[in-house]
């Protein structure tokens, strides 16, 4: 079974300014354009990221315009976790973000803690009502309490991005882990949201493996809260 929509908002798109992704805001947001996409979450790595941006990108993004080639521009960051709670960008630039998005990467500090470390370092950070998304749970390099994390997104409504890089180019091993999410996602009810992680334009809006997957364990389409751009929106807590 597949849905018989895709979603209108990719919410986890890298540009150049990432360090290691290869097209600007304005080829990203033409090919989403083209392809009928109608929201873009322009999620660069944070500052923790080797070759990731300066702060000063995230404190500059009041320059980009909310649309670009009639697509929303969400101003957003893919946030390092760098401990119990902790990320690294400060609030004071993450409370002027649109979306907010915190996950695991090697080299930012906080390697090898183990299962239990990563799961209170996750759970803290799903109690911040700033954080709105966990990217790429299933990583098989940062094992995670799945149940604890999905029962925790069901009770604060922070999102569990199922990643479509995961399922073919990214993070090796992420299958069976993000099959595993997505079903207690079903089971618990909580919200999800679909992700390219696209690192060049021609990435944008892909999302049929992960859709495949959340189609395959009986998630509701209602559940996927980047649907449309009115359902991402409400998400985010954002005016239309
Ligand atoms: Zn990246
Ligand atoms: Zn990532």
Known sequence: ???????????????????????TLGEIVQEAARKGLKMVGMTDHGPGLPGGPHPYHFAALRFVPEYLHGVRVLRGIEANILGIGQLDLEDVLLDRLDLVMAGFHEDCGFDERGRDENTRAVLALMDNPKVKVIAHPGNPNFPLDYRAV???????????????????????????????????CAELGAPVTVGSDAHIAQGVGEFDDALGALAAAGIKWEQVVNRTLESALTFLGLPA
Do not use: W
């Not at 979603?7 to 150049?16: C, F, G, I, N």
């Not at 604060?156 to 993000?178: H, K, P, Q, V, W």
């Open 1 to 23: 079974m597949l849905y018989p929509f895709s979603p209108q908002a990719d919410l986890h798109v890298h540009t150049v300014a990432s360090g290691h992704a290869y097209s």
């Open 150 to 184: 999905v029962e925790k997104g069901a009770a604060t409504g922070t999102a569990l991005e199922i990643n479509n890089s995961s399922f073919f180019i990214s993070r090796r091993g992420s299958d069976g882990n993000c099959r595993e999410i997505i079903r207690l």
